[in-house]
């Protein structure tokens, strides 16, 4: 199958390498950088553009793996053609391409992804959604080529998922930031947070988090959370210690009511 990526970012990186280790053509890849398109063309060994004019019109798929802020621009000006149409974001709605193309979809992968490190994407989540049953088809056979864990979902409920691994991944690895911050202003190594944040992220897997949830704020030590904050000198940092102290306090207080 020839495949042409619209975007050239960490998700593009990641997946057209990984289609291509698995046997799909990846013919060019567009992206408004010329630095982002040329080095990834490079890594595919296909072409490359910066006009959107100039993309190809004889691919089987379309992969759009762009911001959504541009997304709904750049569909609109891709040539008309036969290939199937799907876009690889969490928030954005299928029907993005309705009025552009007949056969589209939706392509997202669950993972988090850099240019720079490699990934298992057997075991990377892919939830799918299609605008009819002959591109579900396809996509799902795409999916299966590169993941054998592979869903049908449709756009309202991908808007939760999406929302889901915010909090999971972005706000849990700027939690992570902040506190490599705290140590090193301490002059630290942050080396030494690595086994915790390892045996955290573990006992997700076979345990609820709220039962895994250990600290100061499950009792609301209210003695050590005023340490902590009087030793807090950014008002951001205080105010998300403050708002999560409370938040778990919370939830544990209202998981004991329900017993």
Not at 128 to 154: M, P, T
Not at 174 to 191: C, G, M, N, R, V
Request: aromatic share 10%; glycine share 4%.
């Amino acid at each position: 199958m020839k495949v042409i990526f619209i975007g050239a970012g960490n998700l593009a990186t990641r997946l057209s390498l990984e289609m291509k280790r698995v046997g799909f053509t990846i013919a060019q890849v567009y992206s408004y950088t010329q630095e982002h398109a040329s080095l990834l063309a490079e890594k595919l060994g296909c072409g490359w553009t910066t006009a959107i004019e100039d993309v190809r019109d004889d691919a089987e798929l379309y992969v759009f793996s762009l911001k959504d802020s541009v997304l709904s621009n750049v569909i609109a000006h891709i040539k008309p053609n036969q290939g199937i149409w799907i876009h690889t974001a969490g928030s954005m709605p299928m029907d993005v391409f309705a009025g552009f193309s007949n056969r589209y979809g939706v392509l997202y992968p669950l993972q988090t992804f850099s240019k720079q490190r490699a990934i298992d994407f057997s075991i990377v989540p892919i939830f799918l959604e299609s605008n009819n049953a002959e591109v579900a088809e396809k996509l799902k056979k795409i999916a299966f080529s590169i993941s054998s864990s592979v869903y049908f979902l449709s756009s309202e409920k991908r808007k939760y998922l999406h929302l889901a691994a915010v909090y999971a991944c972005n706000f849990t690895n700027h939690i992570y930031s902040e506190a490599f911050k705290l140590l090193a202003s301490q002059d630290i190594p942050t080396a030494v947070l690595l086994p915790l944040i390892d045996e955290t992220a573990a006992k997700v897997h076979v345990m609820a988090p709220s039962e895994a949830q250990t600290g100061p704020a499950v009792r609301y030590d209210e003695n050590v959370i005023n340490k902590h904050l009087a030793m807090l000198t950014d008002a951001d940092m205080k105010s998300i210690y403050q708002l999560i102290s409370k938040s778990i306090h919370k939830e544990v207080t209202d998981g004991e009511h329900q017993l």
